[in-house]
């Protein structure tokens, strides 16, 4: 549950800026508050914790019927009773659910925007249908509706397929409907969604492939597609979409991820690490079939991820063709362990699958049971690769640990990387690097490496806790030009 909410979008307002007394001053000090026009009254309603902003009607004459007036934001963590003398929150679902049923009920919209992720919904599921018609007689735009996992998978009523107003949609530990002959289908069934977010449902026993797949005919707008924390499926997904512009499989895990028909696919996110899950055990094939404007890809790992371009499964020593790599893509990032052999071994034919990439990320992750090292000799005798030698300007090596083999690949990077600008090396754990500690000092040894580029790069050390510059809002976030860059 912890690991869900870092991943849910933020209210439009926070909780915390809005928490204050609304009139401040000396007794009996004019009220110039009141005075402001409608709107801009309406606008410091929109911006106050639910319970604050009904609280308004009770101010004066001139705030009694705004609230009513003002597009409902309702985030129901706002309702949950603090102690008084400090301490952690007492949370008494039923009064929060009670509140929330009141203000869904008696606000006649239009609903801005509603998160629910406090209310328990499974004593209430006569209430859940309810609730739904409301949210889509009043409008809402965007909804986060999480539902607090004891027991795991409510059923969620079928009646979500109705809400049309939306724009985003999270939903959260819910046993989705199963798409049974008479549920809406169609374009206009969401005709303004933009985003969705499946976070831990599941349809019969895990998240139906053919319930996204159904999602996704019914959103003909729909930019961002996220699927998070799903561990026991879906298994294959298919993704055609003529609006995507970005996919995110994060912490979740599914058979087969096909990219089929996406032609305005921008960014293509994957992010496997689940704490306590052997991933390398649950293999994900990873299908590029038609993407030409895919530009951003990663984290690629060749612990977990099978790589088929067009027809082709990329090997080490894959020979290439124009069918099997993806010209469009400019940033890259890719998860390896180079004390594994067989996945160092990968990455060169990775890489030459991209040939237009621009900015590499590499991670290096550590090897439980180190199975043939890729010693400076290998990378020596690997053949050219044409992104490194004359396309990519900036390489950022995360988690370094100083380990010989992740210095010898750092040396391959200059000897290759003709047009080579900067290169970012980010230490692992939070280490520090002074000018006489050991990890300084092997940083130190590239200084002799011979260098590709006619104008030597700038090299840049950073420490960095673990991977807290990397987060799921980060990653699916269009605005930031680099979601891989901290």
């Not at 004593?123 to 809402?140: E, F, S, T, Y």
């Not at 590029?288 to 082709?312: C, F, K, M, Q, W």
Request: glycine letters at 6%.
């Amino acid at each position: 549950m912890s690991a869900l909410l870092t991943c849910l979008p933020d209210p439009p307002f926070s909780a915390a800026r809005g928490r204050g007394t609304l009139f401040r001053g000396a007794a009996g000090q004019e009220d110039r508050i009141s005075h402001l026009p409608k709107a801009l009254l309406s606008n410091i309603i929109s911006r106050l914790p639910a319970k604050d902003a009904a609280r308004t009607t009770t101010l004066s004459t001139r705030w009694r019927r705004l609230w009513a007036s003002t597009p409902l934001v309702l985030d129901d963590a706002d309702l949950v009773v603090f102690p008084q003398r400090g301490g952690p929150p007492r949370i008494d679902w039923a009064a929060v659910f009670a509140a929330v049923d009141r203000i869904l009920t008696s606000h006649p919209g239009p609903f801005r925007c509603v998160h629910l992720t406090v209310c328990h919904m499974a004593p209430h599921g006569g209430a859940l249908a309810r609730w739904l018609r409301l949210l889509a007689a009043k409008r809402v735009e965007d909804l986060v509706f999480v539902s607090r996992p004891f027991p795991v998978h409510v059923r969620l009523p079928a009646d979500v397929l109705r809400i049309s107003s939306l724009r985003r949609l999270y939903l959260g530990f819910w046993h989705l409907p199963d798409l049974l002959p008479g549920l809406p289908r169609g374009p206009e069934v969401f005709p303004h969604l933009q985003e969705i977010g499946l976070c831990h449902n599941a349809t019969r026993s895990a998240l139906s492939a053919e319930v996204i797949e159904h999602l996704l005919q019914c959103s003909p707008v729909l930019e961002k597609l996220a699927i998070i924390l799903n561990y026991d499926g879906p298994t294959h997904v298919s993704v055609r979409s003529r609006s995507l512009r970005c996919v995110v499989l994060w912490m979740s895990l599914a058979r087969e991820l096909a990219i089929v028909a996406t032609p305005r696919l921008e960014r293509l996110i994957l992010w496997q690490t689940i704490p306590g899950y052997p991933c390398e055990f649950f293999l994900t094939k990873l299908k590029i079939r038609n993407a030409p404007d895919l530009r951003v890809l990663g984290y690629l790992d060749p612990s977990i991820h099978v790589l088929e371009i067009g027809n082709t499964v990329i090997q080490a020593g894959t020979r290439m063709t124009p069918a099997n790599m993806v010209p469009s893509v400019k940033i890259l990032a890719v998860k390896v362990r180079f004390g594994i052999r067989k996945e160092a071994k990968i990455l060169p034919t990775f890489l030459r699958c991209f040939p237009g990439v621009e900015t590499l990320h590499i991670m290096s992750d550590e090897a439980d049971e180190p199975s043939g090292k890729c010693n400076l000799k290998f990378w020596q005798e690997v053949a050219p690769i044409d992104c490194l030698e004359a396309r990519v300007k900036k390489v950022v090596f995360s988690q370094f640990r100083g380990k010989r083999m992740e210095l010898a690949f750092l040396r391959f990077v200059l000897e290759r990387a003709q047009i080579l600008e900067k290169l970012v090396v980010v230490l692992a754990n939070g280490d520090t690097a002074t000018e006489d500690d050991e990890t300084c000092t092997k940083l130190k040894a590239l200084a002799t490496a011979k260098r590709a580029s006619q104008s030597p790069p700038t090299v840049v050390i950073v420490a960095r806790e673990g991977d807290s510059a990397w987060c799921f809002h980060r990653a699916s976030d269009l605005s930031a030009s680099d979601p891989f860059d901290g």
